[in-house]
């Protein structure tokens, strides 16, 4: 009888451990909406409809802009675009998000750059209007500014 309590005894603390952990593991941040339109001219990359995608993790953030009006003049090789991506906060400072990172794109082909990370506060409102996006390319800056706000509005982060 003794070794069923003992077995018992352990199982309870174990669920107790496991309740307990659970009301301390932290909690998954999200971004409203993950995904949003934007209009953007891009000098002579051209310009038109581009896709901005946020994920969130705690303060950590990334941004993704993908366009297929947006084109590479040149043939680019891949994480050779030094992107830094400047986001308007209605609630304070601007945020920026910056990287390498880029697919391998020909002559003509649309332009994707990101994810691109950067730091993000609870209840910031973030929103490419008032911002850029400045890709360095062979040495060539290139940057993107906003022909109005994004839709379905600014991303907001828990």
């Keep these: ?3 069923k309590r003992i077995g018992s005894g352990a199982a309870l ?4 451990l496991a309740v307990t952990g659970l009301a301390f593991a932290p909690s998954a941040a999200a971004v409203t909406p993950t995904t949003a339109a934007v209009t953007a001219n891009c000098g002579l990359f051209g310009g038109g409809a581009a896709t901005l995608t946020a994920t969130q993790t705690g303060t ?3 941004l993704t802009l993908t366009s297929t009006a947006i084109t590479a003049p040149i043939p680019i090789s891949a994480n050779s675009i030094a992107s830094t991506l ?3 906060n209605s609630t304070g400072a601007a945020r920026v998000f910056s990287g390498t990172v880029n697919p391998a ?3 003509g082909a649309s ?3 990101g994810p691109l990370n950067g730091t993000v506060a609870s ?3 973030l929103d490419f209007n008032g911002g850029s996006l400045k890709m360095v390319i062979f040495g060539i800056t290139v940057t ?3 022909a109005g706000p994004q839709s379905p509005g600014p991303f907001v982060f828990d």
């Design 60 to 62: 950590a953030a990334t």
């Design 144 to 146: 993107c500014t906003a």
């Design 86 to 88: 400047t986001m308007a």
């Design 111 to 113: 332009i994707t750059v």
């Design 1 to 3: 009888m003794r070794g």
């Design 123 to 125: 209840g910031d409102k």
């Design 13 to 16: 603390l174990a669920g107790a």
């Design 105 to 107: 794109m020909a002559t």
